[in-house]
C-alpha cells in the first residue's frame, strides 16, 4: 500500500515538473517569439527610414544635379532665365521650408533653408535679367547665379561677380591712381621748370644782345642779367624790375638800341611784347593829359600782353606827368609787379660818358640831370606839379640801377634795325 503510494506521488511529482517543464519552455518560446517579432519588426521599420533617408538624400542631389544645368542653360544666356524654369523641377517636401534670412548686399544674395519653390527662382532670375539688361555689361563680364549646398542642407544662392570685372575694375583703379600722381607732379614741378626755361631764354637772348654792342662796358652786361634773372627766378616778385641807362648825346641812338635789346630778350623770355613810350613827342602837351594817357597805355600794356615797357627821353616828358609812375614803381605797392620798365636819359650837357667814371658818380649824373628838368622853383607847390619831395620819392623808385652806355659807331650811322 505504502509501495503504491510512493508510486503515485513519484507519478505525480513527475507530471508536476514536466508541466512546469511545458509551462516554462510554453513561456519561453511565447518569450522568444515575441521578442523575435519585435526583432524583425525594428529592423524593417529602421530600413524603411534608412530607406527613406536615402531616397531624400538622393531625390535631393537629382535637385541639385537639375539646378546645376539650369544653372549652365542660364550662364550661356538660355533665352534670358527661362531655360530654369524648365531645368530646376522641385519638389515640395517635408523638410524645414522656412527662409531663415535673405540678405541682399550690392551683388550678393544669399537664401538660408532647402531649395527655393520655383516662383522665387523665376523671380529671382527675371531680376537679374532686367538688371543685366540695364547695365548692358559684356557677356564675358556678367554676374554669374550659382547654389551651393553646406553639410547642414542649406542652400546658397549667391550672384558671385567674375574675375574679369574684378581684373579691370583694379586695372581702372590703376591707371586713375598713376595719372592723379603724374597731375600732382607736374602741377609741383612746373613752376620751377617754367622759371628755368625763361631763364635760358633770357641768358641766350641777352647774350645776342650783347654781341651786338661790343664797346659797351662789362658791367652793363653783368649788373644787368643779374637784376633781371632775380626778378626772373621769383615765381611771385614782390615789386616791379626797373632800370635806367643813360648816355651822352653822341650815344643817343645807342642807348635807344640797347634799352630796345634788353627789353626784347626779358619779352622773349615771357613770350611777350614790348611797350614804346616816346617823350620827345609828347614834351609840349598837357601834363594831366600825358598822365592819363601814360596811365592808360601802361595799364593796357601790363593787364594784357606787354608785361615789359621802354620810357624813351624820361626826362623831356611834363614833370607833372611823371607821377603817375608812383603807381607803377611803388615797390610792393606798385600795381603790376610782375613787370619790366627801362627809362632812358639823355644828358643833354655831356658829349658822351667817360668810360672810367665810377657807377655812382654816374647816378650823381642823372640825378642832378632831371632835377634840372623837372623841378621849377618860381611856380607855387601843388598838388598836380612837381616839387622837390615828389621828385625824391619818384627817384627812390626808380633809381634802383643806373647803366651807362657808350656810343657804337655802327649803330650811331645805321640804327638798331637787327636788335
Known amino acids: 500500500m505504502e509501495k503504491r503510494d510512493t508510486s503515485v506521488t513519484q507519478k505525480n511529482s513527475t507530471d508536476m515538473r514536466e508541466d512546469c517543464k511545458s509551462t516554462n519552455f510554453d513561456h519561453v518560446s511565447s518569450s522568444d517569439e515575441e521578442q523575435r517579432r519585435e526583432e524583425e519588426d525594428y529592423?524593417?521599420?529602421?530600413?524603411?527610414?534608412?530607406?527613406?533617408?536615402?531616397?531624400?538624400?538622393?531625390?535631393?542631389?537629382?535637385?541639385?544635379?537639375?539646378?546645376?544645368?539650369?544653372?549652365?542653360?542660364?550662364?550661356?544666356?538660355?533665352?534670358?532665365?527661362?531655360g530654369m524654369e524648365s531645368a530646376l523641377p522641385l519638389k515640395d517636401t517635408d523638410m524645414l521650408k522656412k527662409e531663415e534670412e535673405i540678405k541682399q548686399q550690392g551683388n550678393y544674395i544669399e537664401i538660408i533653408g532647402p531649395f527655393p519653390h520655383e516662383s522665387k527662382i523665376a523671380e529671382i532670375t527675371k531680376g537679374l535679367a532686367e538688371n543685366q539688361k540695364e547695365t548692358t555689361q559684356p557677356p564675358h563680364m556678367a554676374p554669374v547665379l550659382s547654389f551651393e549646398e553646406d553639410k547642414q542642407t542649406k542652400t546658397?544662392?549667391?550672384?558671385?561677380?567674375?574675375?574679369?570685372?574684378?581684373c579691370y575694375l583694379m586695372v581702372v583703379t590703376v591707371v586713375v591712381v598713376a595719372i592723379l600722381v603724374q597731375y600732382l607732379l607736374q602741377t609741383e614741378s612746373s613752376p620751377q621748370t617754367n622759371e628755368l626755361r625763361q631763364i635760358d631764354i633770357f641768358l641766350r637772348e641777352l647774350e645776342k644782345v650783347k654781341s651786338q654792342f661790343p664797346s659797351q662796358r662789362a658791367e652793363l652786361w653783368n649788373r644787368s642779367r643779374i637784376h633781371l634773372q632775380r626778378h626772373l627766378q621769383t615765381a611771385q616778385p614782390t615789386e616791379p624790375v626797373s632800370l635806367i641807362l643813360t648816355a651822352g648825346l653822341r650815344a643817343e641812338?645807342?642807348?635807344?638800341?640797347?634799352?630796345?635789346?634788353?627789353?626784347?630778350?626779358?619779352?622773349?623770355?615771357?613770350?611777350?611784347?614790348?611797350?614804346?613810350i616816346d617823350g620827345v613827342s609828347q614834351s609840349r602837351q598837357d601834363s594831366d593829359q600825358v598822365k592819363l594817357d601814360i596811365d592808360r597805355k601802361l595799364q593796357g600794356a601790363f593787364e594784357g600782353d606787354k608785361p615789359v615797357a621802354v620810357i624813351h627821353r624820361f626826362e623831356e616828358l611834363p614833370p607833372?606827368?611823371?607821377?603817375?609812375?608812383?603807381?607803377?614803381?611803388?615797390?610792393?605797392?606798385?600795381?603790376?609787379?610782375?613787370?619790366?620798365?627801362?627809362?632812358?636819359?639823355?644828358?643833354?650837357?655831356?658829349?658822351?660818358?667817360?668810360?672810367k667814371i665810377h657807377l655812382s658818380s654816374v647816378e650823381e649824373m642823372v640825378d642832378d640831370h632831371l632835377q634840372r628838368k623837372f623841378l621849377s622853383h618860381g611856380h607855387p607847390v601843388s598838388f598836380d606839379r612837381m616839387d622837390l619831395d615828389k621828385y625824391g620819392g619818384l627817384w627812390s623808385r626808380i633809381s634802383h640801377l643806373i647803366l651807362p652806355v657808350a656810343a657804337e659807331e655802327r649803330i650811331e650811322h645805321e640804327g638798331c634795325k637787327e636788335t
Not at 641812338?253 to 614804346?276: D, E, H, I, K, Y
Not at 627801362?342 to 668810360?355: K, Y
Open 156 to 166: 546658397v544662392l549667391t550672384l558671385k561677380q567674375p574675375k574679369g570685372r574684378m
Open 43 to 82: 529592423p524593417r521599420e529602421n530600413k524603411e527610414l534608412e530607406r527613406t533617408t536615402i531616397q531624400t538624400q538622393a531625390d535631393r542631389m537629382d535637385d541639385l544635379d537639375r539646378h546645376r544645368a539650369g544653372l549652365k542653360n542660364i550662364k550661356t544666356g538660355g533665352d534670358n532665365g527661362r
Open 253 to 276: 641812338r645807342t642807348m635807344q638800341c640797347v634799352a630796345q635789346g634788353l627789353a626784347s630778350a626779358f619779352s622773349s623770355a615771357l613770350n611777350a611784347s614790348v611797350l614804346q
Open 320 to 355: 607833372g606827368s611823371t607821377l603817375i609812375f608812383y603807381r607803377y614803381c611803388d615797390h610792393e605797392n606798385a600795381a603790376y609787379k610782375k613787370t619790366f620798365l627801362i627809362f632812358t636819359v639823355l644828358l643833354g650837357e655831356e658829349e658822351e660818358i667817360p668810360a
